[in-house]
């Protein structure tokens, strides 16, 4: 069984390990400690993490910028995929999105990363063919 329970800033080393381990999964400058500090507390209540048999063993986080919701480093460590935890955590954060208003969410996925489309895809999300996403990155900021 597992418990889902919100992100603290104290789960940072835990998530970073998680996603560093995890292929398909970028980290990145944004993913500092004091980033993520400053976006979990920017988006309280918005990021969960699955506690399985002591470990943690899957996160989520996601924030708002008061129109739309936005998903990120969703991971589920391999032992533990297709038991429904990542739907779990997803539906968490689209619960509380919705309660504040949020309907309507998006998240990046690389290209390169078919399991993570599928899932989504599978899950009713929509791939947008009809949009670029333009970056812009300051000089010296290359892994920004
Ligand atoms: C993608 C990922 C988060 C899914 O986690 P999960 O806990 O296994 O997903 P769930 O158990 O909630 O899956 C629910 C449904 O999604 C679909 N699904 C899940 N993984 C899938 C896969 N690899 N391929 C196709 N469909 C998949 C299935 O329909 C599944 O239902 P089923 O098991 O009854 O068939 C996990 O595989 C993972 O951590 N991948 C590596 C990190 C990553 O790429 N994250 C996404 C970044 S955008």
């Known amino acids: 069984m597992y418990k889902i329970r919100p992100m603290t800033a104290d789960d940072y080393d835990s998530v970073i390990d998680l996603m560093t381990r995890t292929p398909g999964i ?3 400058d944004a993913d500092s400690r004091e980033s993520t500090v400053r976006y979990l507390e920017r988006n309280p209540g918005l990021s969960f993490v699955a506690e399985i048999g002591g470990r943690l063993g899957a996160c989520v ?3 708002h910028d008061g129109r ?4 990120q480093h969703l991971v589920v460590l391999p032992d533990y995929r297709r038991r429904g935890i990542a739907t779990a955590l ?3 954060c689209l619960s509380e999105l919705e309660g504040l208003g949020i309907l309507k969410c998006h998240i990046d996925v690389f290209k390169t990363n078919a399991q993570a489309s599928a899932y989504w895809e599978g899950q009713g999300w929509t791939l947008r063919t009809d949009i670029n996403r333009y970056s812009f990155v ?3 900021a290359e892994n920004a």
Not at 68 to 71: D, K, N
């Open 138 to 140: 300051r000089t010296g």
């Open 90 to 92: 997803v539906e968490r």
């Open 68 to 71: 739309r919701g936005y998903l």
């Open 61 to 63: 986080m996601s924030g």
């Open 26 to 28: 970028s980290v990145r």
